[in-house]
């Protein structure tokens, strides 16, 4: 990350196969009133096959004159994307959206903003509104944050050791902040989405790496986006593969949370002493784990539950030989506040 950087913004949107999606989330981020700050876009095409690249050049020339730029990131993975985008950007405030997010006309001014109230906040987000292709499902509204939809804290302010992690989905971050991270040897430990897999959860691994790293998490309501949603993620089948995409995502977070436990490492944070854990809920459960296919089970929290806990079982045992090891190299990791860590 040797790309100087100087004072704006940088809005970076992550694409797989997003030539049908990009046009309106451009519209909507082509329309901002941001008053003498300087930004840009960046869309990083990650491994697409269908014509993102050429969709995102040709509509942006015809409705904003903000720098623009394409560029390739081969390696699949959001994880590797967003690295990617941070590499390139220019200013000093990352700011990332996703192809289906459609930014409020303030978005780049509070971005700025907020981030250069505090030169302390490592990374900062928003409020997240639906909007539905189809009449959300009976369970929708409960469920909302699992599409990353919704408030993210009861008031504006600092969370970082209260909620702890922001959704990716409009998360901004100091560039700053993460290079500091990259430079002393911070390594993603999830490749978050590639392609169609709904194995997820880097973006709570930036923010929980900054705050062990010293930095704040910062939510501010104001910074408000449009969420679209198609019929086929409304889906309660699509929620339950998310949800056991969740759970897979848990087992790569856990040494970022682990970390702050006090004492040397117990028979409780070994994977085999969590992996029992899990197959006792799932025996206690078992009525659920045997119907988890029956219709009338749709939009029980126990089912979304019962998913969680299998996702996260299967990767634990994916990742039995190398569980301890990856506890060890966060703990030991050098850009690891000695005082976080007990």
Not at 17 to 39: H, M
Not at 140 to 169: C, H, M, P
Not at 212 to 234: C, N, Q, S, V
Request: charge should be positive; hydrophobic fraction near 40%.
């Amino acid at each position: 990350m040797s790309k100087k950087h100087t004072d704006g913004v940088s809005v970076v949107i992550c694409c797989y196969n997003s030539s049908s999606r990009l046009p309106n989330t451009l519209k909507y981020l082509s329309e901002q009133a941001a008053k003498g700050v300087p930004w840009e876009v960046i869309v990083v095409d990650n491994a697409s096959t269908d014509d993102t690249s050429g969709t995102a050049v040709n509509l942006w020339k015809t409705i904003s004159s903000v720098p623009f730029t394409v560029v390739t990131e081969k390696q699949s993975g959001l994880s590797f994307a967003r690295k990617r985008g941070l590499i390139e950007a220019q200013y000093t405030f990352v700011s990332f959206i996703d192809d289906d997010n459609w930014v409020c006309p303030e978005w780049v001014q509070l971005v700025y903003n907020t981030m250069s109230q505090n030169s302390k906040i490592g990374a900062c987000g928003g409020l997240n509104e639906a909007i539905c292709e189809i009449e959300p499902p009976f369970w929708f509204e409960n469920f909302k944050e699992s599409y990353a939809v919704g408030t993210q804290a009861e008031r504006a302010g600092d969370i970082t050791w209260t909620r702890g992690y922001l959704w990716g989905a409009g998360l901004t971050i100091r560039k700053r902040a993460m290079q500091d991270l990259l430079d002393s040897g911070f390594i993603s430990l999830l490749s978050d989405r590639q392609g169609s897999s709904l194995i997820s959860g880097g973006d709570s691994e930036i923010c929980y790496a900054l705050r062990l790293a010293g930095w704040r998490i910062w939510y501010e309501p104001g910074l408000t986006l449009k969420h679209y949603l198609p019929k086929d993620r409304l889906d309660w089948n699509y929620l339950t593969r998310l949800h056991r995409g969740f759970g897979a995502s848990s087992v790569g977070l856990d040494p970022y949370c682990l970390i702050n436990i006090q004492g040397e490492r117990s028979l409780k944070k070994t994977w085999q002493w969590k992996a029992l854990a899990i197959i006792k809920f799932l025996l206690i459960n078992l009525d659920i784990v045997i119907h988890l296919a029956n219709k009338r089970m749709e939009g029980n929290l126990a089912v979304l539950s019962v998913e969680w806990q299998i996702g996260r079982l299967y990767q634990l045992l994916k990742q039995r030989s190398t569980y301890s090891t990856r506890l060890d190299d966060v703990k030991k990791a050098v850009w690891v506040k000695p005082e976080l860590t007990m």
